[in-house]
């Protein structure tokens, strides 16, 4: 590996190192900066999650008080009965849906079907509102009934906390998707990355490969909420 | 690695005007994923499905260790194949593969740490505050 030292000469200071590490070296040959990019920001993400869904759990098994019972806590009142974990039940199915009509959008991109896309792309961010709008309903639900990040009626104070932070979190990165949605979906419409129309904000020309970047933001949102049901409605 | 190495040299020099310098590929390298349309239909319809088996483990109140295994083996079932076939992973650079899935396994050290972390908090309080809320 000796040879691999042997540079052009560079300058000194901060020039110097910025010119070693940006000396064209790719780790990922083939993959696009961009793709290579949304990914390690998605890595990073998981990070910002994985310690959410940490501390939730220090709280959870730390606290002397009886968890709430998320099963009891959401249910709904349906036809003279509480149905548990219902419209959580229904948000998982809506987020799945739009992860496979995001999945379509990439695959009609490739394929050049501007229209197929910006519409798949369209349902998705649709998909994406509902989720959100029936989120903001659970929170206003859980509100009304006393919960508070200090505390609530059924037990640890510390749910409260737990579910604003972490639905929170992840509600914002679903509204983001889908604001990004429109403005790529708008890009396909109107043919913005076939005729090579340069972006209003970088000034570079976008690729069809821009909605699968997309994509991979939306479906991680979608994998960040298996993992939200899993440890904090299910568990 | 001899791939590797072979850009390594070819890439770094900055305009020194070696003839396998000049990127092989065009500007703007673009993978092409085209899968057909059914794989992604059946994935969509296995996610479904995994989906209402983790809600039947609430539904039908099971509990102990046989809802937390289930929840598990339902909760990775999913999230592998949205990484693997929704976000094309089974067909990208191995490279960029091992990059992006080794990194979080590794929070599961984390994980064991707070957990012994967290026991201890629960047996201070016990000791300190008794077991009433």
Redesign the interface.
Known sequence: MTHISQTTPRPAGWQGIAADWSSDQRAFKNVSWGKAMMWIFLLSDTFIFGCFLLSYMTARISTRVPWPNPSEVFALHIGGSNVPLILIAIMTFVLISSSGTMAMAVNFGYRRDRRKTAILMLLTAALGATFVGMQAFEWTKLITEGVRPWGNSWGAAQFGSSFFMITGFHGTHVTIGVIFLLIVARKVWRGDYDTGRRGFFTSRRGHYESVEIMGLYWHFVDLVWVFIFAFFYLW | MA???A???G????G?GHAHEART?AP????????P?KL??V??AW??IL?AC??M???F?LHGYL??SL??I??ML??GL??A????MAW??L??TY??IL??IL?LV??AM??F???Y??FT??VF?G???
Request: net charge negative.
């Open positions: 791939e590797a190495t850009n390594g040299l890439q770094h020099g900055l020194a590929a703007h390298a673009e993978v092409h994923q085209e899968h349309i992604y239909l994935v969509w996610l479904f989906s983790s809600y483990v609430d539904y109140g809802r937390w929840i598990l339902f909760m999913k999230a949205i990484v076939f929704f976000m094309h990208e650079r490279a960029l990059a992006i990194p979080p929070v984390f994980v707070m957990v972390e967290a026991d908090t629960l309080r016990l505050f077991d009433g809320p």
